[in-house]
């Protein structure tokens, strides 16, 4: 999904400039070559071409005050980078503020490399998703299932929902039948599942190989499934609320989905979760996981959720927060994880051979930042996973504990828009920001 790039110059130039413009060019295009693909120059105005995803300025010169009637032909979002290291040259923030107040140009000035590249990334992400990129959905009937008084309260379900993300980013969401995958599944023999698995490097505890077997012969249905739609960018299933439909749960196919194909799921067929997921990460290419986000705040609501009798004792609980999903922190793939173990179920509304999937990502700065159900917004909080907390016997046998850095508890409830979270590894804010001005998201930090 690179992005595709429309290099222009400035007219008015002198053969030192011709000359240092060609030489920066050749730079950004060895510095960018994985994030974009950069067409032929052309002097700066109207004709840029329907297909490229925005204008790179190499160079700027004085001549730009001159050209704002120019500048105002340009419709595409325009990226400065002037500098020898891939950013923006500090001796460019007069032309780029007049540009910005000047004219109707959406400009970009990255300053680091990193926010370089989440910026590529996000308009190869835009461009690729316009053109109908597709998402598969294992369901029935959602909502009808196990804990139906929970489980008929989401929005995701809706078609409406369904409807506006399509809209949207120009994707399409594909369902098929969770139960019919699962009579895929089960048509599979161990034979099949030892030798699709053969090199898996899996740790688990307390697994007996018939139903780690299961848990293979599920990642090959969807395999199969997803070879028949073809050119899937991301997958999940409503696993908890329709497990009554499978042996097995989903996660130890998802992990192997992203281990072994890259592919991006979500849990619960959370498709605002998993749109959300797709755009941060194609976008930043860090760690990103999907949980359970219980403010203290919540109260018994929350302790009564995860049978436990009290939240860990910290000083100031108005502003933590567990996370915690299907029995563990969450669901993420091993590559993104500080540890990482397959293990027993949890959850009573599971399959007793089912399994869960018990990671850790390491302590430290994390973001939490997901898209607002309406697709308009996108949602940041600034936090910290400061450790873990066990809870044997209960539903939460190791969550983590989240500390909302900036003190806004309060804030936080109020914002929130669902009990699904996403984590993203590190203190990211600038990189997200940048990506909702690609999307043109409104955005809101906490």
């Not at 693909?37 to 925005?54: M, Q, Y």
């Not at 563990?328 to 399959?351: D, H």
């Not at 936090?383 to 873990?388: K, L, M, P, T, V």
């Amino acid at each position: 999904m690179k992005s595709l790039l429309q290099p222009m110059y400035l007219r008015e130039r002198n053969e030192r400039e011709e000359a240092e413009y060609r030489a920066q060019l050749d730079n950004l295009i060895s510095m960018y070559g994985n994030e974009a693909v950069f067409l032929p120059s052309l002097p700066i105005g109207g004709n840029v071409p329907d297909e490229a995803d925005a204008v790179v300025l190499p160079q700027l010169i004085g001549s730009a005050f001159g050209d704002k009637h120019v500048f105002n032909e340009i419709k595409k979002p325009i990226i400065v980078l002037t500098s020898q290291f891939g950013t923006v040259e500090m001796w460019d923030w007069e032309i780029i503020s007049f540009l910005r107040e000047e004219t109707g140009c959406t400009v970009f000035s990255p300053y680091t490399v990193d926010l370089a590249k989440a910026i590529l990334r996000a308009l190869g992400c835009k461009s690729a998703m316009g053109k109908g990129i597709r998402f598969l959905m294992f369901q029935d009937s959602p909502g009808e299932g196990m804990q139906a008084n929970i489980f008929k309260r989401f929005y995701w379900w809706e078609d409406e929902c369904t409807r506006r993300m399509e809209e949207a980013f120009g994707i399409k969401i594909i369902y098929r039948s969770y139960k019919e995958l699962n009579e895929r599944t089960a048509a599979k023999s161990d034979d099949e599942a030892r030798a699709a698995s053969a090199g898996w490097q899996v740790p688990a505890e307390g697994v007996p190989e018939g139903h780690y077997l299961a848990a293979v012969k599920l990642y090959m249905a969807i395999k199969d499934v997803m070879a028949e739609v073809g050119e899937v960018h991301g997958v999940g299933a409503n696993c908890l609320n329709e497990s009554f439909y499978s042996c097995t749960t989903p996660c130890l196919a998802w992990n192997m989905l992203f281990e072994n194909d890259h592919i991006l799921w979500v849990c619960e067929g959370d498709t605002v979760t998993l749109i959300s997921k797709f755009i941060i990460y194609s976008a930043l290419r860090r760690p990103v996981m999907m949980t359970n986000i219980y403010p203290f705040l919540v109260g018994m609501a929350a302790l009564k959720h995860e049978k436990i009798q009290e939240f860990p004792k910290v000083p100031d609980p108005d502003n933590h927060a567990l996370g915690v999903h299907c029995g563990y922190f969450g669901l993420a793939p091993q590559s993104f994880c500080s540890r990482w173990t397959l293990r027993p179920k949890v959850l009573e509304i599971v399959n007793d051979s089912a399994l869960m999937i018990d990671c850790e990502m390491a302590p430290g700065p994390i973001t939490l930042a997901k898209i607002h159900p309406n697709m308009k917004k996108m949602i940041i909080i600034e936090a910290a996973i400061d450790g873990y907390e066990q809870y044997p016997g209960s539903d939460c046998r190791n969550g983590a504990l989240i500390r909302f850095v900036n003190n806004n508890g309060h804030e936080v409830m109020e914002t929130l828009c669902s009990h699904h979270a996403l984590i993203v590894e590190g203190r990211c804010t600038h990189e997200l920001l940048q990506l909702s001005n690609v999307f043109g998201f409104e955005s809101r930090v906490l």
